[in-house]
């Protein structure tokens, strides 16, 4: 019999903006449930109103449909305060919910106490301990509770879809806060309820989470929902090792937009990055799907090199169609400069560049003024086709003695004013013989 079709999701908070470490999330997501003919859901979990923005929210929409990542289902949870506080009745009917006073200060210097004693900085129960008189007075004086998770102190072993058989021993974690002072209820216990509700079948997501994932299987448990599988896949980190850089900026979804990464290099590297498979540049997210498997992924540090990225980046930008080259660029493409540049391309965005060089007045570089007007001497009649590079500088050799890069680069930097760039044969018929005479005599032409 075939297994259910799974139902997965992707949780980003929207304070701030997606970077490579959540887009990881939301890749793995999407493939799995694409790969297994699921369902993939986008929920954003704006519980933390404070920091919570629509703009962030916005911004992570748009990244997430900038790489291809649609979505089958849609929540908001600042939607959905009636269900947390159903959930949260259920769990103080059930005695699993208990009243706690100290302030932020007062639990800090309790656990720099217990590191000083040698011990886990285990939240104490002391909240549990309290009697009503000394709640009464709590409040009398100004307190307002937050409330914990009574957790059984039990073992919770589950089979992690990546990390094998976990086993973690409820005793060793705090009674996690679910409720703050002002009454709204915490990631902890909205994300359950949501995942809960929502049939989530599977939950996806960095190692950061395991220690949340033994508490939370707990509360799934205590709110008789079926409890979903886990899989939690490592982090990301520099090539170097060290943390993701993310105060610069520069590894969100955005800047590695606008430094002109194709969405599908994102995709392709993330689909494959910690896995023993080959990182290859995919195309297409079907291809990305196919041999997509979640128990490749290893639990070592997932290394970022750039450098990967756009090699990955510029290959897939080559094997565009001229007709989805244009597309991506919003600007039609000459098909025939489209064919001269596209292997030399690092990013879509310069093929513009080529176009203005083939097609504008250039001002040229001329290193050797006697050669290069010898040189348009030399240039055979007619216009230019692809032969005519290979005649033309057989010609010039023959004439100068030069060869190599003394015979090709003057006449490069003539023709385009630039050290590198597409092959000349493809270009010069482009640039046509008027503009090229003019050129290689050091007119702006
Ligand atoms: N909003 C949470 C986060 O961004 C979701 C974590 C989860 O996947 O459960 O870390």
């Not at 520099?238 to 610069?248: F, M, Q, T, V, Y």
């Not at 392709?268 to 196919?290: I, M």
Request: hydrophobic content about 40%.
């Amino acid at each position: 019999m075939q297994p259910p079709a799974p139902r997965v999701r992707f949780a980003p908070s929207p304070t701030g903006e997606l970077h490579l470490g959540n887009i990881k999330a939301a890749v793995i997501n999407w493939l799995f449930a694409r790969a297994h003919g699921g369902q993939f859901v986008l929920r954003i979990d704006d519980t933390d109103t404070e920091r919570s923005t629509a703009a962030f929210e916005a911004g992570i929409l748009g990244d997430l449909e900038w790489l291809g990542l649609h979505w089958d289902d849609f929540a908001r949870q600042s939607e959905r305060n009636a269900r947390y506080d159903a959930a949260v009745q259920h769990l103080r009917d059930a005695g699993r919910l208990y009243a706690c006073y100290e302030t932020p200060d007062e639990l800090n210097r309790k656990r720099g106490l217990q590191r000083a004693a040698g011990r886990p900085p285990v939240y104490d129960r002391a909240g549990l301990k309290l009697t009503d008189a000394e709640r009464a007075a709590l409040e009398a004086g100004g307190r307002r509770p937050h409330w914990r998770f009574l957790l059984n102190q039990t073992r919770v072993v589950w089979d992690d879809l990546v990390r094998g058989t976990q086993d973690v021993d409820a005793a060793s974690l705090s009674d996690p806060v679910l409720i703050r002072e002002d009454g709204r209820p915490l990631y902890t216990i909205t994300s359950v309820v949501d995942d809960g509700e929502m049939a989530i079948s599977h939950v996806i997501r960095g190692e950061d989470h395991v220690a949340n994932s033994a508490a939370q299987i707990q509360l799934f448990e205590a709110l008789g929902h079926a409890v979903p599988t886990f899989g939690h896949f490592a982090l990301i980190v520099e090539a170097d090792g060290a943390p993701l850089s993310k105060r610069d900026g520069s590894r969100t979804v955005q800047a590695l937009r606008e430094q002109g990464i194709e969405p599908m290099a994102l995709v392709s590297l993330l689909s494959r990055l910690g896995t023993a498979q080959p990182v290859e540049a995919f195309a297409t997210h079907d291809a990305a799907v196919a041999g997509f498997d979640l128990a490749t992924f290893g639990r070592a540090a997932a290394r970022f090199d750039e450098r990967e990225l756009q090699k990955l980046s510029a290959t897939l930008v080559h094997g565009l169609s001229v007709e989805q080259a244009a597309e991506r660029l919003g600007a039609p493409i000459d098909p025939a400069l489209w064919e001269a540049v596209r292997g030399n391309l690092e990013q879509l965005r310069d093929v513009a560049i080529w176009q203005d060089i083939v097609s504008k007045p250039v001002e040229p570089v001329i290193e050797d003024a006697a050669f290069t007007r010898r040189a348009a001497e030399l240039l055979p009649e007619g216009e230019p086709d692809p032969e005519t590079w290979g005649i033309w500088t057989k010609a010039v050799r023959a004439e100068s003695g030069r060869k190599g890069r003394d015979l090709f680069r003057p006449l490069r930097l003539a023709l385009t004013a630039q050290e590198h760039g597409p092959e000349m044969k493809a270009l010069l018929p482009l640039i046509g013989r008027t503009r090229a005479l003019g050129r290689l005599r050091g007119e702006t032409a």
